[in-house]
């Protein structure tokens, strides 16, 4: 595809929505409304956040093409949207918006999609790809399309079908989108340039990744970053991708997958994806192990004697769609009578608004968190004292989205004993130490924190932590995946089931 133009016409848009299928079915219209960014706002973007929108924004500008900016979602996560009929209305509401859109944008000379890739709505399994789909369906054959996808993605044939190039982001705390989004516009120029004719290949991979091993800083997902540099290296590759799934939803679409694209040449990417698969089936045992329970975790933690000590709730990672109000963790900190401790944050709408009624300096007495489910339970009475207050408003400072805005309620930093707790209206995991800033808790000053994270807080308190250690709570988003109550799952699975024959006999157990 050469153009004739020098300033093609790019749309960019996006519809963004990790699912979690295990919550009650609680997303609603409303709430992909909060997070709508219009074609209008779009010209407000920076084109510096760390987001894929941002990202084709800034290549779009940097190599003077022409925006056409459609509707973005922009990061949605939670259950299923209410009700199966509900679900399936909601989803073409936002799909004949972003249809829409490209219509007043059209005639295009390519579309750029930033799609979680993890997208369910009851009754389709892969609302990304049923997205990709019908933007294809309008644009025609001949339009290239390029979405990058969240790591946490479950791949299926139908995105792949729909599109010209897949990129992954490569990175756990995601601190590449921007650049994902980025290197997506200068594919397009090569492709305009007619020097590319992108191949793609997936595989998918029988493997319930724990998320634990999806941390890129550490191995053994450092060497599987490594792996993807080794086939970026070889001739012709354009891009090689490792999604790691999204495993907290019930669904057949669930797994991890590769994805290596290719100039003009499809045999070697299905090689290098079956390739970069088998190296991964390989070290299979690498991705499950389980994680610790947390008194243990503690207990290792004194001994390297190293502070903070962190503890990272991934059951009840509210980033992930987690309730955030397991209380676990807190009572654990407060049977120990821990002192310089602080659970980051606890979910309790109703405790922060009567912390905001009492005031600094005032006693709350109630039963906090463990209200959404008995995995998360039970409450824990406090009479705890009024530290500071803020309405939740912040902007995020640390390198995964720095300069972002959060808005999480109402929020109340309180005192049980010696252990801190911040109280917030919405969920939100803590990424950075933006919030306790504003509230006056110093987290470097903290021995023991737990955190209801399982990556991303990283990017912000990896600097200031002793050590860290992913734990193993009661909760909905547990990594032990035995317990998650799956019925349509694809089986066999790893490590669910024994005996897979995957890729060649070599690979069985
Ligand atoms: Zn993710």
């Not at 004739?4 to 519809?15: D, E």
Request: contains cysteine.
């Amino acid at each position: 595809m050469i153009l004739k133009s020098t300033k093609p016409r790019i749309a960019v848009g996006g519809i963004e929505h990790e699912t979690a299928g295990f919550l009650e079915g609680n997303t609603t219209l409303s709430e992909f409304k909060e997070r709508r960014v219009s074609s209008e706002d779009f010209l407000g973007l920076s084109g510096e956040e760390n987001t894929v929108i941002d990202g084709f924004v800034c290549g779009v500008k940097e190599l003077n093409f022409t925006f056409a900016p459609l509707v973005w979602y922009r990061g949605g996560r939670g259950g299923y949207i209410a009700g199966p009929k509900a679900s399936q209305e909601t989803f073409q509401v936002l799909l004949s918006d972003l249809i829409e859109n490209l219509s007043y944008q059209m005639p295009i000379d390519a579309v750029l999609l930033s799609l979680h890739g993890s997208f369910a709505v009851e009754e389709i399994d892969d609302a990304d790809g049923k997205v990709i789909e019908a933007v294809r369906d309008f644009v025609g054959q001949e339009i290239p399309i390029i979405v990058v996808h969240d790591l946490h993605c479950n791949i299926t044939s139908k995105s792949v079908n729909s599109s010209d190039i897949i990129i992954i982001s490569k990175t756990y705390p995601h601190v590449d989108m921007h650049e994902c989004g980025k290197n997506a516009v200068y594919l397009l120029k090569s492709i305009f340039e007619g020097i590319l004719k992108p191949t793609m290949a997936f595989k998918q991979i029988p493997i319930l990744w724990n998320a634990k091993k999806m941390i890129t800083s550490e191995k053994p997902m450092s060497e599987a970053i490594s792996k993807l540099s080794y086939f970026n290296s070889k001739p012709g590759v354009v891009s090689s991708s490792i999604g790691v799934g999204y495993q907290w939803i019930d669904s057949p679409a669930v797994g991890a997958s590769t994805i290596i694209v290719t100039n003009d040449n499809l045999d070697r990417a299905r090689k290098y994806a079956d390739e970069l698969s088998g190296w991964i089936w390989e070290r299979r045992a690498d991705w499950v192990n389980p994680s610790l329970k947390p008194l243990k975790a503690l207990k290792l933690g004194e001994k390297i004697g190293e502070y903070p000590i962190i503890l990272a709730d991934q059951a009840d990672n509210s980033g992930g769609g987690a309730p955030g109000d397991s209380t676990e963790l807190l009572r654990l900190f407060l049977k120990l009578k821990l002192e310089k401790a602080a659970i980051l944050y606890l979910v309790d709408p109703e405790a922060a608004k009567n912390a905001h009624e009492i005031g600094v300096g005032g006693i709350l007495k109630m039963k906090i968190g463990g209200y959404s489910h008995n995995l998360c339970g039970p409450p824990v009475k406090v009479s705890a004292k009024i530290m500071a207050l803020t309405n939740g408003e912040f902007y995020y400072d640390g390198p995964y989205l720095k300069g972002v805005r959060e808005f999480v309620g109402p929020t109340a930093w309180i005192k049980q004993n010696e252990v801190s707790i911040i109280l917030t209206t919405h969920k939100q995991q803590p990424i950075d130490q933006a919030l306790c800033r504003i509230l006056g808790l110093d987290c470097k000053e903290m021995k023991y924190l737990g955190i209801k994270s399982t990556g991303h807080f990283r990017s912000g308190f990896e600097s200031i932590a002793g050590s860290i250690f992913n734990v193993e709570c009661n909760g909905l988003f547990s990594q032990d995946f035995s317990k998650l109550p799956y019925k349509n799952l694809g089986r066999p699975v790893y490590p669910l089931d024994k005996n897979i024959k995957f890729l060649s006999s070599d690979f069985t157990d």
